[in-house]
């Protein structure tokens, strides 16, 4: 992502901004809105989505778009992997080192120029193995 010099921090935009860096839990665009609405009553769905927008074409956030179709945003724009339950589509930070090397020289065609990466992990998050082990039990 390229960071835009010319781009205006406007209040709401900042006020986003905080919202999402101070959780770790990857919220939708709904999720943002609910939390910025507590600043910001009378703020629009629609600002939120466009300013979520701006923020990550300017490199401040990144935009997640998992297998699911819910769209996710990650206030931590630095290079780093994920891990999404295939259950409750919860996404988590992986506990990775940021700098794996994939030696994909061999994978691609030769014609491509490989520009980047995304690494996803699947898996059940520790609430839905929870729920799965309690309703084993009732049974």
Same mark, same amino acid.
């Given at each position: ?29 709904? %999720? ?6 507590? @600043?910001?009553? *009378? /703020? ?8 979520? #927008? &701006? ?23 630095? %290079? ?6 295939? @259950?409750?589509? *919860? /996404? ?8 794996? #090397? &994939? ?34 039990? *009732?049974?």
């Amino acid at each position: 992502m390229q960071k835009h010099p010319n781009l205006r921090m406007t209040r709401q935009r900042q006020v986003i901004l905080e919202e999402l860096r101070k959780v770790n839990t990857h919220p939708s665009a709904d %999720e943002v809105y609910e939390m910025v609405r507590k @600043r910001l009553p *009378r /703020i629009s769905l629609g600002t939120v989505y466009r300013n979520l #927008e &701006i923020l990550s074409e300017s490199g401040d956030i990144k935009k997640l778009e998992p297998g699911c179709s819910l769209k996710r945003f990650d206030g931590n724009p630095s %290079e780093h992997c994920h891990i999404r339950c295939v @259950r409750c589509d *919860r /996404i988590a930070d992986a506990p990775l080192a940021p700098d794996i #090397e &994939i030696d994909v020289a061999g994978l691609m065609p030769a014609d491509y120029k490989i520009i980047g990466h995304r690494l996803e992990f699947f898996g059940v998050c520790p609430n839905c193995s929870d729920k799965t082990n309690r309703d084993a039990n *009732r049974r």
